[in-house]
């Protein structure tokens, strides 16, 4: 596992499944535009989705731009040419990126090249674009790999799992794989309700509402927030919500721009010292501590 890196103010984590096989995690929780730039060689098949906000992609020094919304994925692949990655990422956006040679791709699906458009001869050695709609099964399993709380031990094969699981989703859009394990998810409103009830958490971090007055905003029962909050995002709400207080807290200490005091006030803590242990234990250092070793 490849720990956390700052580029140009912006969370990146790059993760190594197998051998040539990864993850890219782009998370922009900040108020700007954030670049990320990739060398990916001409024998890789690229998935991108986007799981919220925007980015693009500049291809030709600039020339060419082909953009990412939310909710949707892009399939790239040009055996003539390396296609490095050239990624904008706006505000308050997230995306997750998986990089697989051409050779263990076909390996995966060999069996199976008539029924995959990708895989048949006629497009074996073509390049190929195919921009599609992130299913909500597919949703589920990209929001489990932003948002994780796994002892380290177990990551990698967490993460082996999950690789598998969303390429295997991504292949298989006749069928919704989910459907029997939580029928609530298809329904596409229900899934939106979710969604804007994490927005809301996000938006008032430093005042979010009751699970109840949660519930009573998005128009949902208490039950059905909780089980489809957990469905989707990995976790309860004010478990996924103190997470996300400690990324953005993390990045705020990480660029300088506020002291402890302000950082916690920010994310909601009215007391230093309650923010200073929160970060503690989710840490396991003080946030002045993670400052100083950011300056070695």
């Known amino acids: 596992m490849v720990p956390k890196a700052h580029i140009s103010k912006g969370v990146y984590i790059e993760t190594l499944i197998e051998e040539g096989f990864y ?113 909500p099964s597919m949703a589920i399993v990209l929001n489990q790999l932003m948002n994780y709380n796994l002892h380290p031990s177990v990551k990698p094969l967490y993460f082996k799992g999950k690789a598998y699981e969303l390429l295997s989703l991504y292949f298989n859009r006749p069928v919704d794989a989910d459907t029997e394990q939580c029928p609530f998810l298809i329904d596409e409103q229900n899934v939106a309700k979710i969604k804007k009830a994490k927005t809301i958490i996000i938006t008032r971090m430093a005042e979010p509402p009751t699970l109840k007055e949660l519930a009573d905003e998005i128009q949902l029962p208490l039950n059905r927030l909780k089980e489809g909050f957990k469905q989707i995002y990995g976790d309860s709400v004010f478990s996924f919500l103190f997470d996300y207080k400690m990324e953005i807290a993390r990045q705020m200490l990480a660029t300088g721009s506020n002291n402890v005091n302000e950082v916690g006030l920010k994310v909601g803590y009215s007391t230093a010292s309650h923010f200073i242990a929160s970060f503690k234990k989710k840490f396991g250092t003080t946030p002045k501590k993670y400052v100083m070793s950011l300056t070695k």
């Open 23 to 135: 993850t890219l995690a782009f998370n922009n929780e900040l108020d700007n535009d954030v670049q990320y730039n990739r060398e990916v060689g001409s024998n890789f098949v690229q998935f991108h989705f986007c799981i919220k906000g925007q980015a693009r992609f500049s291809f030709n020094d600039g020339n060419y731009i082909l953009p990412l919304l939310e909710d949707n994925s892009l399939l790239l692949y040009n055996p003539e040419r390396d296609l490095p990655l050239n990624l904008t990422v706006d505000p308050n956006s997230w995306v997750l990126s998986v990089l697989l040679p051409i050779k263990k791709f076909h390996g995966l699906f060999s069996t199976e090249a008539n029924y995959i458009t990708f895989l048949s001869e006629e497009n074996r050695d073509r390049k190929y674009y195919k921009d599609a709609v992130i299913t």
